[in-house]
């Protein structure tokens, strides 16, 4: 139940109510199950506040500051949160698990580590709004539409995605960083000890001056499951992918998951003269958008033959694979 005195100022209006928190900072306002439906709450300060099972059914929340608070159950179906701040730290998440926040407008809310796990944002306007790192499992999450009022309605089924779709459709330089990275970037994988890290520089380097955006990536970190998913994830926005597979340590395994799974991404593997593939090779040069082994004796004879034994047959390749 919340504190009455709480409720009863917070009902004085929000000039005083905010007045009497600047005025006593160290008090937690306790409104648990209060029935707020309705209630004018622009530009309220209601951090930390506990509104736990709170009725605030189509409230206008506009511009306050709800950073940190306790929204758990809430009833939030319909209420207004335009330019809302719900940010969470690591000490004070904004906490909406469960919260039924079907209907409402969210438009330019700030959702950073916000804790949505279960909520109900079924017909949510998003737009605008920012949800880095929010904790959105169990989150009903469909129709959110993304545009503007006065606009046609665009609905999606992420909040994640709906950030994403709404910079695509908006934002020409998007679509044209998207384009380059199909067309351009090129993952690179190999050992990252010293002697390895020198070669792998150096095809970077290359990469770089012939007009490619090159992708490198450290094996040499613990390959949590994250990181695996990350470098899958580098593959399939790559035009084609090298792999110095002397001296291997991670990069099997990596590959093991990349190839048959990508088919379109051409697969240049290179080998030092003096070291031999891994046991399970063979399983991974079978695939057709596998190109045959380049060795090479040295990283100075690698760089001179770059461009035409191993640029040209894998940027060939991904021609050939996306014709088909």
């Known amino acids: 139940m919340s504190n009455p005195e709480h409720l009863a100022k917070l009902l004085e209006g929000v000039e005083a109510w905010n007045e009497w928190r600047m005025q006593n900072p160290e008090i937690e306002p306790n409104l648990s199950g209060a029935d707020l439906g309705r209630a004018n709450l622009s530009g309220a300060d209601l951090s930390g506040a506990d509104l736990s099972k709170a009725n605030l059914s189509e409230a206008d929340f506009s511009r306050a500051n709800l950073s940190g608070a306790n929204l758990s159950r809430a009833n939030l179906s319909g209420a207004h949160l335009n330019g809302a701040n719900l940010n969470g730290t690591n000490l004070t998440r904004a906490n909406l698990d469960l919260a039924d926040l079907s209907g409402a407008d969210v438009t330019r809310a700030l959702l950073v580590e916000t804790n949505l796990e279960g909520a109900d944002l079924t017909g949510c306007n998003v737009y605008g709004i920012s949800v880095w790192n929010a904790r959105l499992d169990r989150a009903k999450q469909s129709n959110l539409i ?31 960083v998207i384009d380059t990275i199909g067309k351009k970037a090129v993952l690179i994988l190999g050992r990252f ?16 001056y012939l007009g490619f955006v090159p992708v490198l990536f450290d094996f040499e970190k613990p390959s949590t499951r994250d990181i695996h998913e990350t470098i899958v994830t580098l593959a399939g926005l790559s035009r084609f992918i090298i792999a110095d597979i002397s001296d291997p340590k991670s990069v099997p395994q990596e590959l093991g998951s990349i190839v048959p799974t990508l ?62």
């Open 146 to 176: 993304i545009t503007p009022e006065g606009e046609p309605a665009i609905q999606v089924d992420s909040l994640e995605v709906a950030q994403f779709i709404y910079l695509l459709l908006s934002n020409a330089k998007i679509r044209h």
């Open 193 to 208: 000890t010293p002697e390895r890290k020198t070669v792998l520089d150096s095809i970077r380097d290359a990469l770089r």
């Open 263 to 324: 088919p379109s991404v051409p697969v240049q593997p290179l080998l030092q003269t003096g070291y031999e593939p891994w046991a399970m090779y063979d399983h991974i040069k079978r695939y057709a958008w596998v190109l045959p082994l380049f060795e090479y004796e040295s990283q100075k004879t690698l760089l001179q033959e770059l461009e035409l034994r191993v640029i040209a047959p894998a940027e060939e390749k991904a021609k050939e694979l996306t014709r088909k």
